[in-house]
């Protein structure tokens, strides 16, 4: 419930004074109807708009357009440029993150034209943030290194602190936790050395969070703690209630003790009541709801979860149109209390909303209620719709969010699988017989996948050939036929081995699933090896297909200037789940705008292929890095550093050379073709570029890529 308040205290942007709120804005009018100047009117209404950022969007919006619009008249390109940042706000506010970015595009441009720095600064903070909430998490990192690159050069300070806890959510989302954290302890330090305990006040908090997002409560209790400390000394009120939200989830989550946490919450509505900080108070009373029913008092949770909902009924008179989430409180509610009528009413008003506003995890969460609703009341085809939707939403989740996607899905279903037993062992055989319909056809599928792949290689055998024979001597014939004969060999090994055996794994599997003579976790048990075989193998058969090709025909080679900090982020993004599984960390080590010239795609596949080949063989707790860094003059070389188990001398020597390269399990058992690196090399030299290596072993392994800087 609270994350958004996590947020705030990250990104926080109104200053101490929240409390006097309306006597600004009723100074800030004053002002206006006294103005002789028409800049000067642009100046005071555009700080209106700025001063209803987070009141009305309404009125914000009304400032800020008599603020363009005058601007425009009179040719003031200052007023301009502050009208369009401060309106893109009012359009992040409201989600419309495209009308946003256009305003911050267009505020750029004036900004860099007047060169004016700290305008610049300001903006591309914003788009940061707006990239950041759009999940696009490269764009959010290179605006915010901009801003880092500037405020450095001008001294600004606050704005560095600022920026280094922005940086350090963007990580934090990306599930890189040791460089967020690294990030916060920077705003910190910045700030003690300041002085600035407010400020400090936000790193601390940050940090706090972030340990009580991977359960370690000691050092977040410490931490927030501080940070608490801080905002009293500091005077800031509305600070330190956040402080006491967070303590009190911790506490509950600790010791369940409502008599213990719901006097901090208390205390922090009548410190919201005071800055007539509704939308802080709504959020509280929802808080409180969800303990209520963690500990089994619906009623009580209903009556606060309403609450809130009158509260936001409150402010959507002045213009509030942010999801309603307390809905969400009260379908949990009436989940709970076994009326599942009424839980529905309030699951399809948010999913409707999410979806109307292209919050997928929301709208997610509300289709698995509903699911789980229908369920209860015995209609299996509404909950199956809902299941379904359930799926098609959370495809579009990153890897981070779908793992607790389901693990909800999986708390929630063993809170309630007892009553529903004996209704859910009919559905299931529907389900069991529709599964088992669904594999056959994937075994279908990739059986005419096999047969390609033979047909390919027997292409790829006779054209080659032919060539031979057409183009060279006798003794080149020999050689080429040898090596013809090796890619045979291999291809053939690899459907022998490497394909036959998952596709009879997957038969036999089938086989005892078709004898239903197995319980319900057996089944689930079953699929889920018969889901992970068919994974493993499709990705065979991809390596394999490309490989194939290339022997064919070759590649189509593109160059074009590559952005590599992007590249590298989009691909690590990709291993999250494999990072969180070995507890491994990943490490850049790339100047934002560092390029290269390649093909894009083909470079892509090299740095997925060796970022998945250290995490193979790094054991749990170590590190991957990746680095990009001038080598030569013209000369770009790109790192990827692990601190594996290594290599040999001999195995170094056999990794390039496609009659003696071999494949080797990861430290888990994973299974590759060891036709990875052969196209990886082939690939970077299409680029005109090379590929090289370095290892000891027990030490680990570098791959270095160098290619020709931009």
């Not at 609270?2 to 009018?29: C, M, N, T």
């Not at 330090?189 to 300041?194: I, N, S």
């Amino acid at each position: 419930m609270y994350k958004a308040l996590g947020v705030a205290l990250l990104l926080w942007i109104a200053p101490a004074h929240i409390f006097s709120q309306q006597k600004e804005v009723d100074s800030l009018r004053e002002s206006l109807a006294v103005a002789t100047s028409d800049t000067a009117r642009v100046v005071r209404m555009a700080a209106l708009c700025k001063a209803f950022w987070y009141v009305s969007a309404d009125s914000a919006l009304h400032y800020g357009d008599k603020a363009l619009k005058l601007s425009e008249k009179i040719a003031y390109p200052y007023g301009k440029a502050l009208c369009y940042n401060n309106i893109g706000v009012v359009h992040d506010n409201a989600g419309d993150y495209k009308r946003s970015v256009e305003y911050y595009a267009w505020a750029l441009a004036i900004w860099e034209k007047l060169g004016d720095e700290q305008g610049t600064v300001r903006t591309l903070n914003n788009l940061g943030g707006t990239y950041y909430l759009r999940a696009d998490h490269a764009k959010a990192l290179e605006n915010y290194f901009k801003v880092v690159e500037i405020s450095k050069r001008l001294q600004l300070e606050q704005q560095l602190s600022t920026t280094y806890n922005n940086i350090g959510l963007v990580y934090e989302s990306l599930g890189n936790y040791v460089q967020a954290m690294d990030y916060y302890l920077l705003s910190v330090k910045l700030d003690e050395k300041r002085g600035d305990l407010s400020s400090m006040a936000f790193g601390l908090g940050n940090a706090g969070s972030l340990y009580k997002t991977i359960g370690d409560h000691e050092k977040a209790l410490a931490l927030l703690t501080q940070a608490l400390k801080n905002e009293d000394i500091a005077g800031d009120m509305y600070g330190a209630a956040i402080c006491k939200i967070h303590i009190a989830q911790i506490r509950f989550e600790e010791k369940k003790d409502t008599a213990l946490v719901l006097p901090m919450l208390y205390d922090a509505i009548r410190v919201f009541e005071l800055g007539r900080e509704n939308v802080s108070i709504m959020n509280a009373y929802s808080e409180i709801g969800d303990i209520y029913r963690k500990v089994g008092e619906i009623e009580k949770a209903i009556f606060f979860h309403e609450k809130g909902l009158k509260m936001r009924a409150l402010l959507q008179e002045d213009g509030y149109d942010a999801l309603p989430l307390e809905m969400m409180g009260l379908a949990k509610d009436y989940q709970a209390a076994k009326k599942y009528g009424e839980s529905n009413g309030y699951a399809a008003t948010v999913f409707r909303s999410a979806l109307k506003a292209g919050e997928k995890k929301a709208a997610l969460d509300a289709a698995v209620i509903i699911s789980q609703n229908h369920e209860a009341l015995g209609d299996v085809k509404a909950a199956l719709h809902f299941a379904r939707e359930a799926q098609r939403l959370s495809d579009g989740l990153s890897l981070l969010e779908n793992a607790a996607v389901f693990e909800n899905l999986k708390s929630n279903y063993d809170n309630y699988k007892t009553t529903l037993e004996n209704d859910a062992l009919k559905r299931n055989e529907a389900v069991q017989s529709e599964t088992i319909k669904r594999q056959k056809a994937q075994r279908l599928s990739l059986f005419m996948a096999l047969g390609a792949i033979a047909i390919i290689a027997l292409l790829l055998f006779l054209n080659n050939r032919r060539k031979q024979l057409a183009n060279r001597r006798l003794e080149q014939q020999k050689q080429e036929l040898k090596a013809l004969n090796a890619v045979k060999d291999k291809i053939l090994s690899i459907i022998a081995h490497d394909l036959r055996g998952p596709l009879t794994t997957i038969e036999g599997l089938m086989t005892v699933m078709e004898a239903e003579m197995l319980t319900r976790e057996e089944q689930k048990t079953m699929i889920g090896r018969i889901s992970a075989t068919n994974t493993s193998t499709l990705e065979t058969l991809d390596t394999l297909l490309r490989w194939a090709r290339v022997q064919k025909d070759g590649e189509h080679t593109e160059l074009t200037p590559v952005g590599i900090l992007p590249l590298v982020l989009r691909t690590a993004e990709l291993f999250s789940e494999d990072l969180a599984q070995k507890k491994l960390s990943i490490h850049y080590e790339i100047l934002p705008g560092t390029r290269v010239m390649a093909d894009e795609n083909q470079l892509d596949f090299v740095l997925r292929n060796l970022i998945a080949n250290a995490l193979k063989f790094t054991p749990e707790g170590g590190s991957v890095t990746a680095k990009a860094m001038v080598s030569a003059p013209g000369k770009i070389d790109i790192v990827i550093a692990d601190t594996g188990v290594g290599m040999t001398e001999e195995q170094m020597g056999r990794l390039f050379n496609p009659e003696t390269h071999f494949t080797t399990r990861g430290l888990l058992g994973e299974k590759g073709t060891g036709l990875g690196l052969l196209l990886c090399k082939e690939f970077v030299e299409n680029s005109l570029g090379t590929l090289s290596v370095k290892s000891k072993v027990g030490e680990g392994t570098e791959f270095i890529v160098t290619l020709r800087a931009v």
